[in-house]
């Protein structure tokens, strides 16, 4: 290999280096779904407003009985952007999915006629990052401005 080509080689590794990139989130915009982050090879300073990409939406599931909830709780990593989805991306796709049905149950023992409402409702959530994740980040080749959140890590 000649020496032009090792150097050329050398030059393209440097600007992948520039192109990929792990940091942590220092802020977040729901409004706009951008994320500010912070690269600890690059002086500790913040980035521009980095552009989250669609992913893998946060779904939530509530239970109800008789206007009862049911008691359990599920958590995740991630919490209640407030960003509206139906409004955000489309007017077609719900933010919030309700499913309610009257069931009548009769017990052949007890002689114990009743109806019951169950109620289940789903939210769906656009992926934002939080402060302080880990995320993997993306720039595009022309410098430092504009570049994406691609999920987190």
């Not at 080749?141 to 999920?151: I, K, M, Q, T, W």
């Amino acid at each position: 290999m000649a020496e032009s080509e090792i150097m050329e080689a050398k030059k393209q590794i440097a600007v992948l280096k520039e192109i990929v990139r792990i940091g942590t989130v220092s802020s977040v915009d729901k409004d706009k779904r951008t994320a500010r982050v912070i690269f600890h090879d690059k002086d500790e300073l913040p980035s521009g407003e980095l552009k989250v990409l669609q992913n893998q939406p946060l779904i939530t599931v509530e239970k109800w009985v008789d206007g009862e909830k049911w008691n359990y709780d599920a958590k995740y990593a991630s919490i209640d952007r407030e960003l509206g989805l139906g409004e955000s991306y489309t007017k077609a796709a719900p933010d919030v999915i309700t499913v309610e049905k009257a069931i009548d149950y009769k017990c052949p023992l007890h002689g114990v006629d009743e109806t019951k409402t169950h109620k289940h409702v789903m939210t769906v959530y656009p992926w934002l990052p939080y402060i302080g994740q880990f995320v993997l980040c993306l720039y595009l080749p022309n410098g430092e401005s504009d570049g994406f959140v691609l999920g987190g890590i």
